[in-house]
C-alpha cells in the first residue's frame, strides 16, 4: 500500500510541475495531448487511491475514461475560448462527472453533475444502481474561500453566459487585464471580449483540477438499504489538486511558463 501511494504521488507530483512551453510556443497538439493524457494518468491515480481499480480491467477502465473525458475537457476549453461559454461549461461538467463515476465504482453516466458557486449538485440518471439520493450535493471549502476573494476584488458581479462573473475597476497589478479564482471570472472594466473567453479558460481547468482530485471525504453514491432519499449531503471535496496548483504553480512559475496562461493564451488566440 505504500508503495503504491508512493508511486501515485510521484506521478501527482510530475503532472502538476510538468513545465509550460513559452506562450507563443504552445501549438495546439500540445494542448490536447496535456489534456488527454493528464486526465487519463490522474483518473488512473485518483481511482487507485480511492481503492476502485482491483485489477487489469479497472485500470484499463479508469485510464480510458479518463482519456476520453480529457478530450472533452479540451473541447470545452475551445468553446469557452470561441465564446460558446455555456455549451462548454456544460461539457466541462459532463467530462468531470466521468471521471467521478469511474472513479468511484460507477458507470460512466451512472451521476451527471454541474458545479454552481457553492455546491456542486449531482443527479442519479437511470444508469446508477442503488443510488443514496435521486439528487446529491457536496461542498468545497476552496470553492467557498475562491467566491470570497472573487468577491473582495471586484465591484460588480453578474451573469455572463450562465456563469457567476464579476467586473472590476481596478486590476490587480499593472496590465493585469482580468482574472480567475476557482471558477469564478473577473474582467476589467472596457478590456475586450477575449479576456473573459481566455478566464473562462481557467474555469475549465479548475473544473478540470477539481475532477482529477482524490476525495476521501465523499460518501459512496450507492446505499446499502432502505430507500432512495430525494436529497441527500455528499460530502466535502477537498480538491487537493486545484489547492495545491493554488499555492504552488500559480505563485512559483513565471506568468509566460505558467501553463494554465500558456493553455489558455493558445486557444483564446487560435479562434
Not at 455549451?87 to 466521468?98: K, R
Request: net charge positive.
Amino acid at each position: 500500500m505504500v508503495k503504491k501511494t508512493m508511486v501515485i504521488a510521484v506521478l501527482l507530483i510530475a503532472w502538476l510541475v510538468m513545465p509550460s512551453a513559452r506562450l507563443l510556443a504552445v501549438s495546439e497538439k500540445t494542448v490536447v495531448l496535456g489534456n488527454v493524457v493528464g486526465s487519463g494518468v490522474t483518473t488512473l491515480a485518483r481511482g487507485l487511491l480511492q481503492g476502485r481499480v482491483h485489477s487489469f480491467k479497472d485500470a484499463v477502465k479508469c485510464l480510458g475514461y479518463g482519456m476520453a473525458s480529457g478530450y472533452g475537457f479540451y473541447q470545452a476549453k475551445k468553446q469557452v475560448a470561441a465564446g460558446r461559454t455555456f455549451s462548454g461549461i456544460l461539457l466541462a461538467n459532463l467530462s468531470a462527472s466521468v471521471i467521478d463515476n469511474v472513479t468511484s465504482g460507477e458507470g460512466p453516466l451512472s451521476y451527471l453533475g454541474f458545479t454552481l458557486p457553492l455546491v456542486r449538485l449531482e443527479v442519479a440518471t437511470p444508469f446508477a444502481k442503488r443510488p443514496r439520493a435521486l439528487v446529491s450535493f457536496t461542498v468545497s471549502p476552496r470553492d467557498a474561500i475562491s467566491l470570497a476573494l472573487a468577491i473582495s476584488k471586484a465591484d460588480r458581479a453578474s451573469l455572463r453566459g450562465g456563469m457567476l462573473s464579476f467586473e472590476a475597476d481596478e486590476p490587480l497589478a499593472e496590465n493585469v487585464r482580468g482574472w480567475a479564482h476557482g471558477i469564478f471570472p473577473t474582467v476589467v472594466a472596457g478590456k475586450p471580449e477575449s479576456v473573459f473567453r481566455h478566464e473562462m479558460v481557467h474555469v475549465v481547468q479548475s473544473l478540470q483540477l477539481m475532477a482529477a482530485s482524490p476525495e476521501p471525504f465523499l460518501k459512496s453514491y450507492r446505499r446499502d438499504e432502505g430507500k432512495m432519499k430525494l436529497l441527500d449531503f455528499g460530502g466535502v471535496r477537498a480538491q487537493v489538486l486545484g489547492l495545491a496548483n493554488d499555492l504552488t504553480l500559480a505563485k512559483l512559475q513565471t506568468y509566460d511558463k505558467y501553463w494554465r496562461e500558456a493553455e489558455a493564451y493558445s486557444l483564446v488566440v487560435s479562434q
